[in-house]
């Protein structure tokens, strides 16, 4: 087989993987052979690249010996990087783990087309417009997940809100398109290398000044969003290079994150332009009502004895469960409510946590079984039959408000009906508010307790209670 034909195989073969891989990604219990399959098809793609020297003239590309040292030395580095850092990372950092390498993604989108728009040779125009488009995909998908990274990373802690935001963002907009019909214009598809950075830095300045006002509630939406920008500009670049492989990955990874995002907006009943250009995710947002009543603070054991006795639990977890890494501790405490004869599940919101399947993600680390979790939609008609649910470090995907208070921020987003429970108990370390800023009227509800404390520290209590009760019995 010539080099050619073998590099066609690996991306045919690749191709197929990645979509084999997504396919296993649909569905909790196959996602992580999912991920290795997938993993598999970059790896093929990644070596058959290598093959490509063979069909270079070295006299042509006096270079060439040097641009593979660099490949390849580029190549230990991020593997070598990606996992040590894979390893480290806990599971309260996986977001900003995933913002970041999405960044890197569609910075090499980006890198792609500059080198093909500052080339040596002039670009057909059916070349360069999609190279020109991909390049600002790319560059704001990079500077926007970076910045994505900085905010769940606790590197930036506020909301950074620019005078006249939308005017500079549209202005800036505007001379990122005047740049680009001038390089298609003007340069007969050769752009200078100076104007080439101009316009690739005026769009990752863009990127930056759309993320910045953007609060931490809408995090989720904005990874998702940038996942499949960086998806887009791949598939472009693809085009440009002619390479199928890229085309059907970018493909592959644009479509699912554009119905990801889609799918975090709908759960949080906003569009897609409401979470970019409001002050939603805003610390100090408040609804216009004052709530009655008061919390109710309730002791950990007692709290644990009336879930001992119930008949059926739903557990709600939140942030602040994977903050307190109290994973293991609850799922050792809902096998002492099996044991007893207790019914437990755990109700799981599509926006709890801080990315799409966080709370999936971190109790499957735990052990707990795929079918013990359930979605909104197959639960929240469980919760009247329901003796207690137990909120775990989730506030606003169980506000009451959301249905009842249109002077509210989060009025209309789709919530998980704690608060339809017989009793409800909320293990909350103070009296803070959620992202949204909303005070939870749940909280100051006739049928719900507080216990205060960390996750981890409370769940050990309700473990103690359970075991002296057995003991005592």
Request: hydrophobic share 50%; aromatic share 8%.
């Amino acid at each position: 087989m010539t080099p050619g034909l073998i590099i066609e195989t690996a991306d045919f073969v690749a191709a197929l993987l990645f979509i084999l891989g997504l396919k296993r990604m649909s569905s909790p219990v196959t996602a992580r052979s999912g991920i290795v399959v997938a993993g598999w098809g970059v790896l093929v793609a990644t070596l058959a690249s290598f093959l490509y020297v063979f069909g270079v003239d070295p006299a042509a590309q006096p270079n060439l010996a040097v641009n593979l040292g660099l490949g390849i030395a580029a190549l230990g580095i991020g593997v070598a990087w990606a996992w040590v850092t894979g390893e480290k990372v806990p599971l309260t950092a996986m977001p900003q783990m995933v913002a970041i390498y999405n960044g890197m993604g569609g910075g090499a989108a980006g890198c792609i087309a500059a080198v093909e728009l500052s080339g040596n040779g002039a670009m057909p125009m059916g070349q360069m417009i999609p190279a020109i488009v991909g390049a600002v995909i790319g560059a704001v998908s990079f500077s926007g997940s970076l910045i994505a990274w900085a905010k769940l990373d606790g590197k930036i802690n506020k909301t950074i809100r620019l005078p006249g935001q939308q005017a500079i963002n549209s202005l800036l907009f505007a001379a990122i398109v005047g740049l680009g019909v001038y390089m298609l214009v003007a340069t007969g598809g050769q752009s200078p290398p100076a104007l080439t950075s101009i316009f690739f830095g005026a769009a990752l300045a863009l990127g930056v000044l759309v993320t910045l006002p953007i609060g931490g509630a809408d995090m989720p939406v904005v990874i998702s969003l940038y996942n499949a920008c960086t998806g887009l500009a791949v598939a472009i670049e693809g085009y440009v290079l002619d390479k199928p492989v890229l085309v059907i990955a970018g493909v592959v990874v644009g479509a699912a994150g554009t119905l990801l995002t889609l799918l975090m907006a709908r759960a949080m009943n906003r569009s897609v332009a409401n979470v970019l250009f409001s002050r939603f995710g805003e610390t100090g947002t408040a609804g216009a009502g004052e709530i009655q009543g008061s919390m109710k603070p309730v002791e950990a054991g007692d709290a644990a004895i009336s879930m001992r006795y119930a008949g059926k639990v739903l557990i709600i977890p939140g942030y602040g469960l994977a903050v307190a890494q109290a994973q293991y501790k609850l799922y050792e405490f809902v096998k002492l409510l099996q044991a007893a004869g207790v019914e437990v599940a755990f109700a799981i919101h599509p926006v709890a946590g801080r990315m799409p399947g966080h709370m999936d993600v971190l109790l499957a680390e735990a052990g707990v079984p795929y079918d013990l979790m359930k979605e909104l939609d197959e639960v929240n008609d469980e919760f009247r039959s329901t003796d207690v649910a137990l909120v775990i470090g989730a506030n606003d995907v169980v506000n009451p408000a959301a249905r009842t208070d249109k002077s509210s921020p989060i009025y209309g987003m789709p919530i998980l009906n704690a608060d339809h429970a017989h009793q409800v108990y909320v293990i909350k370390r103070g009296q803070g508010k959620g992202y949204s800023g909303v005070e939870n009227e749940l909280f100051y509800a006739d049928n719900c307790n507080m216990v205060y404390g960390d996750a981890q520290a409370v769940l050990v209590k309700f473990i103690a209670a359970i075991k002296e009760l057995g003991a005592a019995a």
